[in-house]
């Protein structure tokens, strides 16, 4: 019963959160802070409905030169769980795919994300180079899932290698942001549904690297957050 109204309070939110954030955008379209309230639209009120307990332990807020955020994608609650930590002027890369979802689509293009056709290369291509320059000249960082998909709680899945291309052609660091397991752990039914923890790990600088780095840059750069991840498991594990 409790998953059953907590599922249509949800429902009621997204389509407020939408209409809100869509708004935002038409108000001040493309704003590169956009990102950032509309993740707190959706983010803070859910949390409430949910009663997931998120604690962040990051410095994002903090940040204030343009940077690659890469975290680790869960699911579709990331969006809540996640959604309060966006810091200002970030904004986002997702498919292209996502501007056909009502409220939600149009939001995330008004809010000056980021839709590239995976299916298309060329363009995907021409939308890197977009926001490579946007990283070296608009002093806005980009957020991106690098896996590509969701891992629905199991082990990392391998990294694809544009955000990591894009910080090196950018001069900019990398800011691995690691959120502990918690699809798998959440219980819907119950009036507190779990806890989770987002985690933060120091800057890995790109400055000086080549293409020939990157594999080694990717692979530096999943085994820290893997080790995180587990870390922060353990933590709920023995809380």
Not at 34 to 54: E, K, Q
Not at 131 to 158: A, C, H, M, Y
Not at 181 to 201: E, P
Not at 230 to 236: K, P, S, V
Request: proline share 5%; charged share 20%; net charge positive.
């Amino acid at each position: 019963m409790l998953f059953l109204l907590r599922m249509i309070l949800m429902g009621v939110h997204f389509i407020i959160a939408g209409i809100a954030g869509l708004l935002l955008g038409i108000c001040r379209p493309f704003n590169p802070d956009n990102s950032r309230l509309c993740a707190r639209f959706y983010s803070l009120p859910a949390l409430r409905i949910l009663r997931l307990d998120v604690k962040p332990d990051v410095k994002l807020l903090e940040h204030d030169k343009a940077c690659v955020i890469v975290a680790n994608h869960q699911s579709n609650y990331d969006l809540y769980v996640l959604g309060r930590v966006v810091p200002p002027r970030t904004v986002s890369i997702g498919k292209k795919s996502l501007k056909w979802v009502p409220f939600f689509g149009q939001l995330y293009w008004l809010a000056g994300n980021v839709l590239i056709d995976r299916g298309n290369a060329r363009k995907a291509r021409e939308a890197m180079l977009t926001t490579t320059e946007t990283l070296r000249n608009k002093d806005t960082s980009i957020w991106v899932f690098p896996e590509g998909t969701r891992n629905l709680g199991e082990e990392l899945l391998q990294f694809k290698r544009g955000a990591f291309q894009m910080a090196i052609a950018a001069g900019v660091p990398i800011i691995p942001v690691c959120v502990s397991n918690y699809v798998k752990q959440m219980r819907l039914n119950r009036w507190n549904s779990g806890k989770v923890i987002i985690r933060a790990l120091p800057a890995i600088p790109t400055a000086g690297l080549s293409l020939d780095d990157l594999p080694m840059l990717i692979e530096e750069c999943r085994q820290k957050m893997l080790d995180c991840i587990n870390a922060m498991d353990r933590e709920l594990a023995q809380a």
